[in-house]
């Protein structure tokens, strides 16, 4: 079966600019989340999506943004880049039903996004 | 909010020794991951627990959920097991909190 597909790998793009990244999440999945890696922080979650719905975010500023699709694609987007945000950038999909139910996730291969 | 800690940070073993990696969290949680990340970034999913121990191949992983604590073991590690291994805490709406990572190197 196909995995989470992330497009595109890698991206370099200068200050000030924005960026839009997409994910393809496993068919059936509903639930697409995406966090961001960085050397310095590590893995930080940045928004959750199900069902075209955000449903949660996490501690990061106004120029992140997102949305999901009916048929559960989801894209993120980056306003006004600083170079602070070069990072890799994945997405994860699950089921994403129930309260109390354990999720498992399947990540992206990631983007790489270089502010330069 | 969920602070996840692990230990250790770093890790260089022999080919066939035991390894074990454990992780800490702070709250209450529906879930622990333990994932395994290779150069070049991709993440694989390696076990979600919620309750005692899971066994894949040469992986074990188990959890305490009155102590809030998990270990991911590696048996007769091999070279191809060097990798960061991450948990991460909860699921869901509220996404993953994760550990900063263990850099495992299995020398032959």
């Known amino acids: 079966k196909a995995g989470v597909t992330q497009t595109p790998r890698y991206l370099i793009k200068t200050r000030g600019q924005q960026v839009t990244l997409s994910c393809s999440p496993i068919?059936?999945?509903?639930?697409v989340s995406w966090y961001q890696q960085t050397p310095g922080q590590g893995l930080q979650f940045l928004f959750e999506y199900f069902s075209e719905t955000q449903r949660n975010k996490g501690n990061f500023p106004g120029r992140f943004s997102g949305r999901q699709f009916s048929n559960s694609r989801s894209e993120m987007n980056v306003s006004t880049l600083e170079l602070g945000d070069s990072a890799l950038y994945l997405c994860?999909?699950?089921w994403g039903t129930g309260v109390g139910l354990d999720y498992g996730y399947t990540f992206g291969s990631g983007t790489r996004l270089t502010v330069v | 909010k969920n602070e996840v800690e692990q230990s250790p940070q770093n890790l260089t073993a022999q080919e066939g020794e035991f390894i074990t990696i454990n992780c800490s969290y702070s709250?209450?949680?529906?879930?622990l991951h333990w994932l395994q990340q290779h150069p070049g970034g991709g993440i694989v999913s390696l076990f979600m627990?919620?309750?005692g121990k899971k066994k894949h191949g040469r992986l074990i992983a188990t959890i305490n959920i009155q102590e809030k604590h998990s270990s991911l073991h590696i048996t007769a590690s091999h070279p191809r097991d060097s990798a960061v291994y991450i948990c991460a805490a909860g699921g869901g709406a509220d996404g993953l909190t994760f550990g900063k990572g263990t850099h495992l190197i299995i020398q032959p």
């Open positions: 994860a999909s699950s």
């Open positions: 068919s059936g999945h509903r639930s």
């Open positions: 709250v209450g949680i529906s879930a």
């Open positions: 627990l919620s309750s």
